[in-house]
């Protein structure tokens, strides 16, 4: 008898733990089942495209500017898409920084070369130019930008498209973004807005820091206020909800570049990207880049201690060291902190990013170099200076808000959603 009751009880136990283990599969523990919502909700602009608006391209001699991150909802890629399309003329393909594939390094310059898996010319727009050749472009009738951005001044996709808007008008080409979400969600407009004499490639137009735009909406930004001027179609996505992060849209985050693995990365990334400008590491060439940072001549310990006394809202830092396996410091073990976004609606990216700096440099100032690159990221001079002077970041994010304000103003004209 006992036995029977033991046995009764270990089938029922075994039961109630498959029915729990396929409740979490089915509900990812109450996100799976919402994000399943969303995925059938919502549509990219390629799908748009091919579903929707396909007119725009059939019959004509197609351009292509893409990575890995040109994708449908099912991973399908646009290059793939439109190749495989007996009513569509694919003819060339371009590549930003990193390349078609995705992957070059940070930095890398890639050549002109043929596309193995559609015997396609592949031109790069980060080599010997960055902005498409009238040679280029020679034959193309249409051209279309289909990349996914990650909501910050500094990452370089946005230019390349500007670039290549430029070139399209030209040359008389007509040009179409096909958009996608910001991975940051739109609602959130933080920083400073660029000083015009700090432009470079990693910061070209009056924008701030955390822009909180699609690339189809700076698309219609640039080729309005920068009088850009080309024959420009954003063909808008169905269904994207302006405060949704990435991971609240139920589509699969495929890395942009190949320090950007996660939308955590991303989250982290318009602060901590500053400490490139520096000669502490970003955590590049560790498993966690963007989200490690430290020297060798750091102390994890304090600087953890430090940062977690200034309470900086939806964020922890965590005394970590590690190792580099490419980039600075390559090699050589630094201590620092890992930083955790414990609440993503408070976190505040800049001002937590400033703060680490701030921070770095007052307890090592004869250490941590401030390099012309930081007045690049950041986009003036007076930030670094404020820094070596004690100046506060509090004072600081004063000092931006009167130009962000206006930012704002003129950004409420080209949102799309």
């Known amino acids: ?28 523990n109450g996100k799976s089942k919402d994000n399943r919502k969303a995925h059938k909700d919502i549509k990219l602009g390629v799908e748009v495209l091919l579903e929707e608006q396909k007119e725009l391209i059939i019959g004509k001699n197609v351009g292509l500017i893409t990575n890995p991150t040109g994708v449908d909802q099912e991973l399908n890629s646009i290059v793939d898409l439109l190749n495989n399309d007996p009513e569509i003329n694919l003819t060339a393909l371009y590549g930003p920084e990193h390349g078609v594939r995705g992957d070059a390094q940070a930095g890398q310059y890639v050549d ?23 040679e280029m472009l020679e034959g193309i009738e249409v051209l279309i930008f289909d990349i996914q951005d990650v909501g910050a001044r500094f990452y370089t996709y946005i230019y390349t498209m500007a670039l290549a808007m430029e070139a399209a008008q030209e040359q008389g080409i007509p040009f179409i973004v096909l958009d996608r979400p910001n991975p940051l969600g739109g609602t959130k407009v933080e920083g400073p807005v660029l000083d015009l004499a700090y432009a470079s490639f990693v910061g070209q137009y009056a924008i701030p820091l955390r822009h909180g735009m699609t690339v189809g909406e700076l698309a219609e930004f640039f080729n309005e206020e920068i009088e850009i001027g080309v024959d420009l179609t954003v063909v808008k996505m169905e269904g994207w909800q302006r405060q949704s992060y990435y991971d609240e849209t139920g589509l699969e985050f495929v890395p942009p570049s190949p320090n950007m693995p996660t939308l955590d990365t991303a989250l982290v990334y318009p602060g901590t990207a500053l400490i490139e400008g520096t000669n502490a590491s970003e955590g590049r060439g560790t498993t966690k880049p963007f989200e490690y940072i430290g020297a060798p001549f750091i102390n994890s310990t304090e600087l953890a201690q430090e940062l977690n006394a200034l309470q900086l809202p939806g964020v922890s830092f965590r005394a970590t060291s590690f190792t580099p396996a490419f980039s600075k410091h390559v090699g050589k073990l630094s201590h620092g902190v890992q930083v955790h976004v414990t609440d993503r609606e408070a976190y505040l990216p800049i001002e937590t990013g400033l703060h680490i700096v701030k921070t770095i440099y007052d307890l090592y100032p004869d250490q941590l170099q401030l390099t012309s690159f930081f007045n690049n990221l950041i986009g003036n001079e007076w930030i670094s200076n404020g820094i070596k002077e004690g100046m506060t970041v509090e004072e600081m994010k004063e000092r931006w808000q009167g130009e962000l304000k206006e930012f704002k103003k003129v950004r409420r004209n080209y949102l799309l959603y």
């Open 112 to 134: 002109y070369y043929i596309d193995e898996v559609t015997g396609l010319p592949v031109y790069s727009l980060y080599g010997k130019t960055r902005k498409p050749s009238p």
């Open 1 to 28: 008898m006992k036995k029977g009751i033991a046995l009764l009880t270990t089938i029922l136990l075994v039961l109630t733990s498959l029915s729990i283990a396929f409740a979490d599969h089915d509900n990812g």
